[in-house]
């Protein structure tokens, strides 16, 4: 619904052959589903619900940012630009430095672009070992959250924290360097076509990177084995998201402060709801 709105005065059409593997992921999950419920295998089911969800959410979620981005106002980039510079962030000098270091640049950009990986890892590993209940949180909050900072970035467009990656050695390009060209393309009306294989995070601030990646710490909090190294490597992609997603220092830190409150509406939403005792029945003799 909120994408049909905001296509209301710029639309967009997808392209039915880049569509079929979408729509073919998304039978396969709704197949495996279906054999978790009948066959009573409540893991599987479970499993093959958060990723059915995560993929619709994912594949709604990039369309309506493309819509927003395609009706926005003026870009913030200058006022979120002077934001970090009030909070101390020196972006040239942080990029020179983390510039002679390849082996943190290795790190960091794994990190970062392994976020997928990581929902991947802990669906697989919250559904087998029967954590329902952290699971249903935990994707009920990466939705809400996502909704909420794509709704946002509507109001506060920006290209991103740009910077040029042949001046330097060793940095790779960020995502916002690479999608210049998509985020240009939406607001000067060029791109209305949607290819459904190549759908790309524009999402600045707040940053849902940042975000799930907090939501994936609380997660992993569920598993004590795997606590201490899902949560690091969550931590390293927060730390690597400004870089390598493009991003500034505020979208990451207004992407944090969102996960909270996230986990929380969200652990209330799928608070399952205990069936209320006979009036009479089991009263102690």
């Known amino acids: 619904m909120s994408f049909l709105a905001a296509q209301y005065h710029h639309r967009f059409t997808v392209d039915p052959i880049r569509a079929a593997p979408a729509v073919a992921s998304l039978a396969a999950l709704g197949i495996a589903l ?17 990723f059915l969800q ?16 395609a009706n926005s106002g003026r870009l913030w980039d200058a006022r979120l ?4 510079r009030a909070i101390g962030f020196n972006w040239p000098v942080l990029l020179a430095v983390l510039d002679k270091c ?6 960091f950009g794994l990190a970062y672009h392994s976020l997928t990986l990581q929902m991947i890892v802990v669906i697989v590993a919250l559904s087998g070992r029967g954590k329902v209940d952290t699971l249903r949180t935990m994707v009920c909050a990466a939705i809400l959250s996502g909704f909420v900072t794509i709704l946002i970035s509507g109001l506060t467009p920006a290209m991103g924290n740009l910077f ?4 330097y050695g060793h940095l790779w390009p960020s995502i916002a360097w690479l999608e210049q060209g998509l985020i240009s393309g939406l607001r000067d009306g060029s791109l209305r076509v949607l290819d459904l294989t190549m759908l790309m995070g524009i999402v600045s601030f ?9 939501i994936f710490i609380w997660a992993f909090g569920a598993m004590p084995r795997v606590a201490l190294p899902g949560r690091a490597w969550a931590i390293l992609t927060i730390i690597a998201t400004p870089v390598f997603g493009g991003h500034y220092g505020v ?3 207004m992407g944090l402060i969102l996960a909270p409150p996230a986990i929380i509406a969200a652990r ?18």
């Not at 279906?34 to 958060?50: D, F, H, K, N």
């Not at 959410?57 to 927003?68: E, I, K």
């Not at 040029?164 to 001046?167: I, Y």
């Open 102 to 107: 390849p082996s943190a640049i290795w790190l």
């Open 251 to 253: 979208d990451v830190i």
């Open 34 to 50: 279906a054999i978790g419920r009948y066959t009573a295998r409540p893991r599987l089911a479970a499993g093959a619900t958060a």
């Open 54 to 69: 995560m993929t619709l959410f994912t594949l709604l979620g990039v369309v309506l940012a493309y819509a927003l981005a």
């Open 164 to 167: 040029d990656p042949s001046r």
């Open 268 to 285: 209330h939403l799928t608070r399952r709801r205990q069936p209320s005792r006979p009036m009479g029945s089991a009263l102690p003799a």
């Open 81 to 84: 630009a002077a934001a970090d």
């Open 206 to 214: 707040p940053s849902f990177h940042a975000t799930l990646a907090a």
